[in-house]
Nanobody, 123 residues
Framework: QVQLVESGGGLVQTGGSPRLSCAAS????????MGWFRQAPGKEREFVAA????????DYANSVKGRFTISGDSANNTVYLQMNSLKPEDTAVYYC????????????????WGQGTQVTVSS
């Protein structure tokens, strides 16, 4: 059974630079893609960033482009999200996701989800 476990969230000041981690277990080979999503209170879950392992290519939401960086280790199915220059509007529960299906979409058709980690940015 595949499990994704996020860590690294917490209370951060505006301008802070925390790093989120996501480790997958229960799978002996790499996913096709792993990504990060977030959900703020009262809002729908939204795409943040993703990485496609076979090419090492990445994609970002416009709201985080230039501030967040996704990276990881495909062999261990581990993905990170380095967040810089945090703003109060980045406050959300951040979810790690993974997919096996080879689709062109960066932001949908994910097969596995973590439980989420809260990131709260204080102003």
């Amino acid at each position: 059974q595949v499990q994704l476990v996020e860590s690294g969230g917490g209370l951060v000041q505006t301008g802070g630079s925390p790093r989120l981690s996501c480790a997958a277990s229960g799978r002996s080979f790499s996913f096709y893609m792993m990504g990060w999503f977030r959900q703020a209170p009262g809002k729908e879950r939204e795409f943040v960033a993703a990485i496609r392992w076979n090419q090492g290519s990445t994609d970002y939401a416009n709201s985080v482009k230039g501030r967040f960086t996704i990276s990881g280790d495909s062999a261990n199915n581990t993905v990170y999200l380095q967040m810089n220059s945090l703003k109060p509007e980045d406050t959300a529960v951040y979810y790690c996701a993974a997919k096996s299906t080879k689709t062109t979409s960066w932001s949908s058709v994910y097969d596995y989800w973590g439980q989420g980690t809260q990131v709260t940015v204080s102003s």
